[in-house]
C-alpha cells in the first residue's frame, strides 16, 4: 500500500468553498490548467491522502478545512465541453491533457486559518503555501507541516 501523502488545494470560495464540500459531499477537483499542478494529481495524488482546503483570492485566504482525495486520476471532462470555462479545444479525448482527482469533505474549521497565520508559525517556515512566489492551486505539504496546521485551526478529525 502507497504511503499517504498530503496536499493543499486551492480554490476561490466565490467559485467552489468548503462549504459546497459540505453540502455536496464530493466533487471533482477540475479546472487545473497548470502543468505542475496537473502532474501532481496525476502522478502522485492517490485515494486516501489528506488535503488542506485552501480559500484563495478571500477575506482572509486560508485553509477553510479538510477533504481527503476519494478518487484516483483521471480525464478532466470539463477540458471536452464546448463553451465551458475550462475547455480545451487542443486536448484530445484519446489523449486528454488534463487530469483530476475527485476530493471528499471531512471538516470545516471554525474560522479559516489564515495565510498571515501559517507565515507567523516558525514551524512552518518551509512549508510551500508561505513561500514567495508559490502560486500552484495543487501542492504537496509535508506530514508535520500538515498536522501542525490541524492542531492550529482546532481540527476535530484526527490524521496519523
Known amino acids: 500500500m502507497a504511503k499517504r501523502r498530503y496536499w493543499l488545494m486551492k ?3 466565490g467559485t467552489y468553498s468548503i462549504h459546497d464540500l459540505e453540502r455536496e459531499g464530493s466533487t471533482m477537483w477540475d479546472g487545473v490548467r497548470n502543468y505542475q499542478a ?3 494529481m496525476r502522478d502522485e495524488c492517490r485515494v ?4 488542506l482546503f485552501y480559500h484563495s483570492s478571500a477575506k482572509p485566504s ?3 478545512g479538510l477533504a481527503r482525495v476519494s478518487r484516483a486520476p483521471y480525464p478532466d471532462p470539463t477540458q471536452f465541453e464546448d463553451g465551458g470555462p475550462y475547455h480545451d479545444p487542443t486536448s484530445d479525448p484519446d489523449d ?3 487530469i483530476l482527482v475527485d ?3 471531512v471538516e470545516t474549521f471554525e474560522e479559516v486559518l489564515p495565510l498571515a497565520a501559517l507565515k507567523a508559525e516558525p514551524a512552518l517556515a518551509d512549508m510551500l503555501v508561505v513561500q514567495k512566489g ?3 492551486s495543487v501542492m504537496p505539504v509535508e506530514k508535520d507541516h500538515f498536522q501542525r496546521v490541524c492542531r492550529l485551526a482546532g481540527a476535530v478529525t484526527k490524521i496519523r
Open 38 to 40: 496537473r502532474n501532481l
Open 96 to 98: 486528454p491533457r488534463w
Open 48 to 51: 486516501g491522502d489528506m488535503v
Open 11 to 13: 480554490s476561490e470560495p
Open 103 to 105: 476530493v471528499a469533505y
Open 134 to 136: 508559490q502560486r500552484l
Open 62 to 64: 486560508g485553509v477553510a
